[in-house]
């Protein structure tokens, strides 16, 4: 299979601001509404805080990031959606999707489908979007999600120009039918164009101007856009009328609100400005709890949070460095200290949300100052002892990445320094490979497969933004082609776990812990839901 040759993607999904990761939880998880907009109405409208200014809204596989596909899951239905808790396929647009062999994928859409605007929602729509984004002078951030179809290394070459516009692995067969092909079997294809933002059509309106759709996105969903995206200051949706397909509706209107700051987010809530926060600064969270009660949520995310080793830097190529590093990070005394406890020392690479994940797989992540004290030091330490420490600054991160750096002064002798910025051009500057040593970052699934959180963070060409590479990583990415060759999602799960156990043993990630939110919400909301895939179900959401 050609995997991911091309760019990494954004930061690994969203590679997520932690302030905009979130949530998910106890009692209040994955619940699935097939109801549609116009038999759930309550009126009324309501705020949400989001963390950041979303990077793309346009509807061309530029969203990678919590803030952006929050926006999304209300203005587009997709194809399907993964319960959870079951992994049950709810379809979408798509009145059926089969294949006989794992290679070639037939999708029926439902008829009558249209966008915001009008048009039809077929065939056309979904193959003119997955073309371009496929296509590697669009430098999408989500192209490589693409990279399974036949034709995709003619669109998307690894090295020189492409020699073609369009997948030979797509053909429209008719307005209502889609044929993919894959270069080789891949029995987890439904759950990866489950991925909404990645996978959406495109109006014929929106391909003739990107730039005003990024503005006011025309979507399909059971809201569209009330106005032009406010940067740096508001998103609007209202309820469309039209809407008749499954996912709920029940206010009339949602207002995003954007914050660099959720201490200042919290404030607003207390104050009133704004209705629901996704994310609640730890240090604000005994304050949140005493405030509201039942109407705060501390709730499992699926997210993944590591530091990224940069292979580019010399000294951090020594195998015996990164492991040190790793061993004299704290994890369960920040996690009570610094997070409150909302989150849980990761063991895995793989979050305890999906299937193959594992409470022991880590050995590299037991806290041992004294051993990584002599392997540190028996591996030649690190050049001036100093070490760089980068994350974006507009996520609450800077408490617990000053508690792992004083960790590594302690422990390992070592001085650091901290390096941020916001988390746009953070990404950025890891594309550019413009760090100087481990950087911060988090991750949010898809969709609920182990292979989703391994594949699109280390993969050729994904979020590798460390560029991790050498034998260990050959041998991880022809373990995940033989895993994706499977017959069955579940019979691939243990060598998912082989390719886990590479990137544990070689460590290109410091695995962190495994993310809790906590959310809080005003006394005039009711029925607030969270879930891994979806984050926080917002057509569901009652304004009394």
Same mark, same amino acid.
């Given at each position: 299979? !050609?995997?991911?040759?091309?760019?990494?993607?954004?930061?690994?999904?969203?590679?997520?601001?932690?302030?905009? %990761?979130?949530?998910?939880?106890?009692?209040?998880?994955?619940?699935?509404?097939?109801?549609?907009?116009?038999?759930?109405?309550?009126?009324?409208?309501?705020?949400?805080?989001? $963390?950041?200014?979303?990077?793309?809204?346009?509807?061309?596989?530029?969203?990678?990031?919590?803030?952006?596909?929050? @926006?999304?899951?209300?203005?587009?239905?997709?194809?399907?959606?993964?319960?959870?808790?079951?992994?049950?396929?709810?379809? $979408?647009?798509?009145?059926?999707?089969?294949?006989?062999?794992?290679?070639?994928? %037939?999708?029926?859409?439902?008829?009558?489908?249209?966008?915001?605007?009008?048009?039809?929602?077929?065939?056309?729509?979904?193959?003119?979007?997955?073309?371009? /984004?496929?296509?590697?002078?669009?430098?999408?951030?989500?192209?490589?999600?693409?990279?399974?179809?036949?034709?995709?290394?003619?669109?998307?070459?690894?090295?020189?120009?492409?020699?073609?516009?369009?997948?030979?692995?797509?053909?429209?067969?008719?307005?209502?039918?889609?044929?993919?092909?894959?270069?080789?079997?891949?029995?987890?294809?439904?759950?990866?164009?489950?991925?909404?933002?990645?996978?959406?059509?495109?109006?014929?309106?929106?391909?003739?101007?990107?730039?005003?759709?990024?503005?006011?996105?025309?979507? %399909?969903?059971?809201?569209?856009?009330?106005?032009?995206?406010?940067?740096?200051?508001?998103?609007?949706?209202?309820?469309?009328?039209?809407?008749? $397909?499954?996912?709920?509706?029940?206010?009339?209107?949602?207002?995003?609100?954007?914050?660099?700051?959720?201490?200042?987010?919290?404030?607003?809530? &207390?104050?009133?400005?704004?209705?629901?926060?996704?994310?609640?600064?730890?240090?604000?969270?005994?304050?949140?709890?005493?405030?509201?009660?039942?109407? +705060?949520?501390?709730?499992?995310?699926?997210?993944?949070?590591?530091?990224?080793?940069?292979?580019?830097?010399?000294?951090?190529?020594?195998?015996?460095?990164?492991?040190?590093?790793?061993?004299?990070?704290?994890?369960?005394?920040? @996690?009570?200290?610094?997070?409150?406890?909302?989150?849980?020392?990761?063991?895995?690479?793989?979050?305890? +949300?999906?299937?193959? /994940?594992?409470?022991?797989?880590?050995?590299?992540?037991?806290?041992?100052?004294?051993?990584?004290?002599?392997?540190?030091?028996?591996?030649?330490?690190?050049?001036?002892?100093?070490?760089?420490?980068?994350?974006?600054?507009?996520?609450?991160?800077?408490?617990? @990445?000053?508690?792992?750096?004083?960790?590594?002064?302690?422990?390992?002798?070592?001085?650091?320094?901290?390096?941020?910025?916001?988390?746009?051009?953070?990404?950025?500057?890891?594309?550019?490979?413009?760090?100087?040593?481990?950087?911060?970052?988090?991750?949010?699934?898809?969709?609920?497969?182990?292979?989703?959180?391994?594949?699109?963070?280390?993969?050729?060409?994904?979020?590798?933004? $460390?560029?991790?590479? !050498?034998?260990?990583?050959?041998?991880?990415?022809?373990?995940?082609?033989?895993?994706?060759?499977?017959?069955?999602?579940?019979?691939?799960?243990?060598?998912? &776990?082989?390719?886990?156990?590479?990137?544990?043993?070689?460590?290109?990630?410091?695995?962190?812990?495994?993310?809790?939110?906590?959310?809080?919400?005003?006394?005039?909301?009711?029925?607030?839901?969270?879930?891994?895939? &979806?984050?926080?179900?917002?057509?569901?959401?009652?304004?009394?």
């Amino acid at each position: 299979m !050609g995997r991911r040759t091309t760019r990494r993607l954004l930061v690994g999904l969203a590679t997520i601001a932690m302030f905009a %990761t979130a949530c998910s939880g106890s009692d209040d998880e994955a619940s699935t509404d097939t109801d549609s907009g116009s038999d759930t109405a309550s009126g009324g409208s309501f705020s949400l805080a989001l $963390g950041s200014d979303p990077s793309f809204l346009a509807p061309t596989a530029q969203c990678y990031e919590s803030t952006c596909s929050q @926006v999304l899951s209300m203005l587009y239905t997709g194809l399907l959606s993964i319960d959870p808790e079951t992994n049950e396929q709810i379809l $979408g647009d798509a009145e059926s999707i089969d294949s006989p062999d794992g290679k070639v994928w %037939t999708v029926k859409l439902k008829p009558d489908l249209k966008f915001h605007n009008g048009e039809p929602v077929d065939a056309d729509a979904y193959v003119r979007a997955w073309n371009y /984004s496929a296509y590697g002078p669009n430098a999408t951030q989500t192209g490589f999600f693409f990279s399974p179809v036949e034709g995709y290394d003619d669109v998307a070459p690894a090295e020189g120009d492409p020699t073609a516009k369009e997948m030979s692995g797509l053909k429209v067969v008719d307005d209502q039918t889609i044929e993919i092909t894959l270069s080789e079997a891949f029995s987890q294809w439904p759950l990866v164009m489950s991925y909404t933002p990645a996978f959406a059509p495109l109006s014929q309106e929106c391909e003739q101007d990107l730039e005003a759709c990024n503005e006011k996105p025309i979507g %399909t969903g059971p809201y569209m856009m009330d106005g032009a995206w406010q940067h740096n200051k508001s998103i609007t949706v209202a309820k469309w009328d039209d809407y008749t $397909g499954p996912n709920s509706a029940s206010a009339d209107g949602i207002e995003f609100r954007l914050y660099s700051d959720p201490k200042t987010a919290f404030r607003d809530w &207390q104050a009133g400005e704004v209705d629901m926060l996704d994310t609640v600064d730890p240090s604000q969270v005994p304050q949140a709890q005493a405030l509201a009660g039942e109407r +705060f949520l501390s709730v499992d995310s699926g997210s993944f949070n590591y530091l990224g080793i940069p292979f580019y830097v010399e000294e951090l190529q020594n195998v015996d460095i990164r492991r040190a590093l790793s061993m004299a990070i704290d994890r369960q005394t920040i @996690v009570d200290q610094v997070l409150n406890g909302l989150a849980t020392p990761a063991s895995d690479v793989i979050a305890p +949300f999906v299937t193959g /994940s594992r409470d022991d797989a880590c050995q590299y992540c037991e806290y041992d100052p004294e051993a990584a004290k002599t392997l540190f030091d028996e591996a030649g330490g690190i050049e001036d002892n100093t070490v760089e420490i980068w994350f974006n600054n507009d996520g609450g991160h800077e408490d617990w @990445v000053q508690a792992v750096a004083e960790g590594w002064k302690n422990d390992l002798g070592l001085e650091y320094s901290l390096e941020s910025q916001p988390f746009t051009p953070y990404l950025k500057t890891l594309e550019e490979e413009g760090v100087g040593g481990p950087y911060r970052l988090g991750w949010l699934p898809d969709y609920p497969s182990a292979e989703n959180y391994l594949d699109p963070l280390y993969g050729e060409g994904s979020s590798n933004y $460390g560029q991790w590479a !050498g034998p260990e990583h050959d041998a991880f990415l022809a373990t995940i082609e033989e895993a994706d060759a499977e017959a069955s999602a579940e019979a691939a799960v243990p060598i998912y &776990q082989e390719a886990a156990d590479i990137v544990l043993s070689d460590l290109p990630v410091f695995p962190l812990w495994y993310g809790q939110t906590s959310i809080v919400y005003a006394e005039n909301l009711d029925n607030v839901v969270y879930d891994p895939l &979806q984050q926080i179900k917002l057509g569901d959401v009652t304004v009394s």
